[in-house]
Nanobody, 119 residues
Protein backbone atom coordinates (compact mmCIF):
# COMPACT_ATOMS: atom_id res chain seq x y z
CA UNK A 1 0.00 0.00 0.00
CA UNK A 2 1.11 3.57 -0.59
CA UNK A 3 -0.39 6.87 0.49
CA UNK A 4 0.07 9.90 -1.71
CA UNK A 5 -0.13 13.52 -0.61
CA UNK A 6 -0.09 16.33 -3.15
CA UNK A 7 0.90 19.91 -2.49
CA UNK A 8 1.79 23.04 -4.40
CA UNK A 9 -1.54 23.97 -5.93
CA UNK A 10 -2.33 27.65 -6.01
CA UNK A 11 -3.99 30.53 -7.83
CA UNK A 12 -1.72 31.84 -10.55
CA UNK A 13 -2.05 34.20 -13.50
CA UNK A 14 -1.94 32.96 -17.05
CA UNK A 15 1.65 32.58 -18.18
CA UNK A 16 2.83 31.78 -14.69
CA UNK A 17 4.38 28.64 -13.32
CA UNK A 18 3.84 26.21 -10.46
CA UNK A 19 5.50 23.08 -9.17
CA UNK A 20 3.32 20.36 -7.75
CA UNK A 21 4.77 17.82 -5.37
CA UNK A 22 3.57 14.35 -4.45
CA UNK A 23 4.92 12.73 -1.31
CA UNK A 24 4.63 8.96 -1.06
CA UNK A 25 4.40 7.15 2.27
CA UNK A 26 6.95 4.52 1.26
CA UNK A 27 9.64 3.87 -1.28
CA UNK A 28 8.57 4.46 -4.87
CA UNK A 29 11.64 2.74 -6.29
CA UNK A 30 9.63 -0.29 -7.35
CA UNK A 31 6.48 1.51 -8.40
CA UNK A 32 6.11 0.99 -12.11
CA UNK A 33 4.34 4.19 -13.01
CA UNK A 34 3.83 7.41 -11.14
CA UNK A 35 1.60 9.97 -12.72
CA UNK A 36 -0.38 13.15 -12.57
CA UNK A 37 -4.01 13.42 -13.60
CA UNK A 38 -6.39 16.35 -13.48
CA UNK A 39 -10.10 16.93 -13.33
CA UNK A 40 -11.76 20.19 -14.24
CA UNK A 41 -15.31 20.99 -13.14
CA UNK A 42 -17.84 19.09 -15.22
CA UNK A 43 -15.16 17.09 -17.01
CA UNK A 44 -13.71 13.63 -16.70
CA UNK A 45 -10.38 13.04 -15.03
CA UNK A 46 -7.63 13.03 -17.62
CA UNK A 47 -4.05 11.93 -17.74
CA UNK A 48 -1.54 14.77 -17.64
CA UNK A 49 1.83 13.04 -17.38
CA UNK A 50 3.40 9.79 -16.28
CA UNK A 51 6.88 8.63 -15.44
CA UNK A 52 8.01 5.04 -15.22
CA UNK A 53 10.49 3.48 -12.84
CA UNK A 54 12.98 3.61 -15.69
CA UNK A 55 12.44 7.32 -16.19
CA UNK A 56 10.33 7.15 -19.32
CA UNK A 57 7.79 9.96 -19.57
CA UNK A 58 4.50 10.49 -21.33
CA UNK A 59 2.44 13.66 -21.64
CA UNK A 60 -0.98 14.60 -22.89
CA UNK A 61 -0.59 16.69 -26.04
CA UNK A 62 -2.01 19.83 -24.45
CA UNK A 63 0.85 20.10 -21.94
CA UNK A 64 3.80 18.95 -24.04
CA UNK A 65 6.57 21.49 -23.94
CA UNK A 66 5.06 23.24 -20.92
CA UNK A 67 4.98 20.59 -18.17
CA UNK A 68 7.74 18.31 -16.91
CA UNK A 69 7.22 15.29 -14.69
CA UNK A 70 10.06 13.97 -12.56
CA UNK A 71 10.61 11.57 -9.70
CA UNK A 72 13.13 11.40 -6.88
CA UNK A 73 13.18 7.82 -5.69
CA UNK A 74 15.54 8.64 -2.83
CA UNK A 75 13.02 11.11 -1.39
CA UNK A 76 9.87 9.20 -2.41
CA UNK A 77 8.71 12.27 -4.31
CA UNK A 78 7.16 12.96 -7.68
CA UNK A 79 6.96 16.44 -9.17
CA UNK A 80 5.09 18.22 -11.90
CA UNK A 81 6.74 21.42 -13.04
CA UNK A 82 4.27 23.56 -14.95
CA UNK A 83 5.22 26.56 -17.08
CA UNK A 84 3.21 28.89 -19.31
CA UNK A 85 0.02 28.03 -17.50
CA UNK A 86 -3.26 28.63 -19.26
CA UNK A 87 -6.78 29.07 -17.87
CA UNK A 88 -7.66 25.68 -19.35
CA UNK A 89 -5.10 24.10 -17.01
CA UNK A 90 -7.41 24.93 -14.12
CA UNK A 91 -8.31 21.70 -12.37
CA UNK A 92 -7.75 19.54 -9.35
CA UNK A 93 -4.49 17.68 -9.90
CA UNK A 94 -4.12 14.16 -8.56
CA UNK A 95 -1.03 12.07 -8.00
CA UNK A 96 -1.28 8.42 -8.95
CA UNK A 97 0.75 5.27 -8.40
CA UNK A 98 0.32 2.10 -10.42
CA UNK A 99 2.29 -1.08 -9.85
CA UNK A 100 2.25 -4.85 -9.85
CA UNK A 101 3.16 -6.86 -6.77
CA UNK A 102 2.75 -10.60 -6.26
CA UNK A 103 0.71 -10.71 -9.48
CA UNK A 104 -1.73 -8.16 -8.20
CA UNK A 105 -2.30 -4.75 -9.68
CA UNK A 106 -2.41 -1.72 -7.38
CA UNK A 107 -3.72 1.72 -8.21
CA UNK A 108 -3.52 4.49 -5.61
CA UNK A 109 -4.60 8.13 -5.67
CA UNK A 110 -3.88 11.19 -3.62
CA UNK A 111 -6.54 13.61 -2.42
CA UNK A 112 -5.74 16.24 -5.04
CA UNK A 113 -4.49 19.81 -5.09
CA UNK A 114 -6.29 22.72 -6.72
CA UNK A 115 -4.64 24.67 -9.51
CA UNK A 116 -6.45 27.77 -10.68
CA UNK A 117 -5.15 29.85 -13.57
CA UNK A 118 -6.71 33.26 -14.02
CA UNK A 119 -6.83 35.01 -17.37
Amino acid sequence: QVQLVESGGDLVQAGGSLRLSCAASRSIFSINTMGWYRQAPGKQRELVATITSGGGTNYVDSVKGRFTVSRDNAKNMVYLQMYSLKPEDTAVYYCNAKYWSDRKFYDYWGQGTQVTVSS
